[in-house]
C-alpha cells in the first residue's frame, strides 16, 4: 500500500505565497518522477511541474518564474513553492509520483487526494 499525502493549501490574496507538500508513505523501494497538477472547475486536470529523481524540474508556461517545485528524497516528499499567485491559479492541486514497491514490481503512478488551493483577487 501507498499513500501520498498533500498539505499547505488554504485561501489567499493575490500576489501572496503558499507552499504545498506531499509525503509518500507506505511499502516504498524507490520513487522516480514526482510532480503537481491541478484541476479548476469544469476544466480538466493540468500539469504543474514536475521533478525528476535526478532533480530536473519542468514546469507549465502560465507558473514558470512564479513556483518552484523540489523534492526531499529522504523524506519522500515533494513541494510546490508558489509565490505571486494569480487568482487564476485556483484549482485543487494534487501530486502524482511514480513509484515503485519492490526490487522486482514494475512502477506505478500513484496520486494524492488533492487540496484546494484558492487566490482571492
Known amino acids: 500500500q501507498v499513500q501520498l499525502v498533500e498539505s499547505g493549501g488554504g485561501l489567499v490574496q493575490a500576489g501572496g505565497s503558499l507552499r504545498l507538500s506531499c509525503a509518500a508513505s507506505?511499502?516504498?523501494?524507490?520513487?522516480?518522477?514526482m510532480g503537481w497538477y491541478r484541476q479548476a472547475p469544469g476544466k480538466q486536470r493540468e500539469l504543474v511541474a514536475t521533478?525528476?529523481?535526478?532533480?530536473?524540474?519542468n514546469y507549465a508556461d502560465s507558473v514558470k518564474g512564479r513556483f518552484t517545485i523540489s523534492r526531499d528524497n529522504a523524506k519522500n516528499t515533494v513541494y510546490l513553492q508558489m509565490d505571486r499567485l494569480k487568482p487564476e491559479d485556483t484549482a485543487v492541486y494534487y501530486c502524482?509520483?511514480?513509484?515503485?514497491?519492490?526490487?522486482?514490481?514494475?512502477?506505478?503512478?500513484?496520486w494524492g487526494q488533492g487540496t484546494q488551493v484558492t487566490v482571492s483577487s
Open positions: 507506505g511499502s516504498i523501494f524507490s520513487i522516480f518522477g
Open positions: 502524482k509520483a511514480r513509484i515503485k514497491t519492490a526490487a522486482i514490481a514494475a512502477s506505478y503512478d500513484y
Open positions: 521533478i525528476g529523481s535526478d532533480g530536473s524540474t
